[in-house]
């Protein structure tokens, strides 16, 4: 089709086009990087935590006074429960993935360097844990009993604090040691003595975002048996479909073995549950996101649509002109479309530069990463089959006029 009479209308015309070239660039750029903010939150969310999710519930006690036996009743409350019927496996734990606590620490390779090779989350448990939590152990073995320190021994004044084993995750393992076997590789984080890693876990998400996404998976268990005022209870269920049975008999239990203990029926929670508390905001943002584009194509549609009918009934005389010297309906129809292809085109040009704009100060503002280039030519072409489908209405309604009634018009 010959461009040069769409490119004479469009100058005679250069505010309305303008107007729609503006609005289709918005359009993209902020679709552009609204669909990458969307695949982020997404790609956050389902994220491994390592765990047994299906199969896992929690339940948090917290004591009215502090108890000078606690590591004892700790132990009758972890026999109690799993006397349950339905419990797999019960284990005593600090701090659980999606349970936003903050229990870190700095792990160096030599115990003089100034900077620490890493931070990671610290999971504290006996030999159970591995086992209730449902890791996937990818190398070496769990820890042994003669290994599991009590949390009072490990804090008590002039105690021996030496803790000689470790399990860590593949991440942390790749990271200290690349291209290594990290079985029987020591470094130092809790204590002076070094602990040496006798297991690799392939997941084992930290608890809350510290150190970002590429530090997810930054976490290493401890052989250190916590009590109930140190953490919350972990049961692992045969069936899931029984959790919540579960829970309620797990609370009349422990009720019965701590009178001075406060059990809070909204922290005994399935871990799904804790999983879907902890993305809550996210999912609220993805749908805002996806709320924005769905509003800015219907717009961007109804400018489209609106320009597009104002431009035919202007040129219902020269449609009718062409009509009577031989063009068919197609042609009407394919000069529409190129025409709105042509504004398409210029807005998704402009779009995408300030697409990268936006995302340049998102990435310094927020510390996004920087926009795939992926985005951009899935939001372009998202625009041009919008704007096709748009002016497909009016160029028909155009193709439809009769000669004879356009040249009467005159």
């Given amino acids: ?42 790609d956050r969310m389902q994220r491994p ?32 429960l799993r006397q349950i019927p339905g419990v797999r496996s019960v284990s005593a734990v600090n701090q659980l993935p999606f349970g936003n606590s903050s229990w870190n620490s700095s792990i160096q390779l030599e115990q003089d360097q100034s900077h620490a090779n890493m931070n990671a989350a610290v999971y504290l448990g006996d030999q159970t844990l591995l086992g209730t939590m449902g890791l996937t152990l990818v190398e070496g073995r769990n820890f042994q009993p003669d290994e599991v320190l009590d949390w009072d021994v490990t804090q008590a004044p002039g105690a021996n604090r030496a803790i000689p084993s470790t399990i860590v995750t593949r991440s942390v393992a790749e990271s200290l040691f690349p291209g290594e076997s990290a079985i029987g590789k020591t470094f130092y984080a809790w204590g002076d003595a070094p602990h040496r890693i006798v297991g690799v876990v392939e997941n084992l998400m930290r608890p809350n975002e510290r150190g970002g996404p590429a530090q997810t998976q930054y976490s290493f268990l401890l052989p250190i048996h916590p009590s109930y005022e140190r953490g919350s209870y972990l049961i692992r269920v045969q069936d899931p479909t029984r959790r919540q049975a579960v829970i309620d008999a797990a609370l009349k239990t422990l009720e019965g073995t701590g009178p001075t203990r406060i059990l809070p029926e909204e922290d005994a ?86 697409a990268y704009a936006i995302n340049q100060w998102l990435m310094q503002a927020y510390e996004l990463p920087r926009l795939p280039l992926a985005f951009l030519p899935v939001g372009a072409l998202a625009l041009w089959l919008l704007g096709q489908v748009a002016v497909l209405g009016p160029a028909r309604r155009a193709a439809a006029v009769p000669p004879a009634v356009a040249t009467r018009t005159a």
């Fill in 1 to 42: 089709m010959e461009l040069r009479p769409i490119l004479s209308t469009l100058r005679r015309h250069k505010t309305a086009a303008l107007l729609i070239v503006v609005e289709i660039a918005l359009s993209c750029a902020i679709i552009c990087n609204a669909l990458f903010l969307i695949g982020t939150r997404l």
């Fill in 49 to 80: 935590s390592g765990l047994a999710e299906k199969e896992l519930v929690r339940i948090e006690v917290n004591g009215i006074a502090r108890n000078s036996d606690a590591m004892a009743v700790t132990r009758a409350d972890l026999v109690a």
């Fill in 269 to 354: 929670v399935s871990f799904e549950q804790m999983r879907n508390d902890y993305y809550r905001q996210d999912r609220a943002m993805a749908w805002l996101l996806v709320t924005v584009c769905v509003a800015l194509l219907v717009v961007t549609a109804l400018g489209i649509v609106g320009l597009a009918s104002f431009w035919v009934q202007q040129r219902r005389r020269t449609i009718g002109i062409r009509r009577a010297l031989g063009a068919t309906r197609g042609q009407i129809l394919r000069y529409f479309q190129t025409e709105n292809f042509l504004l398409a085109t210029m807005g998704i040009v402009l779009g995408m530069l300030l």
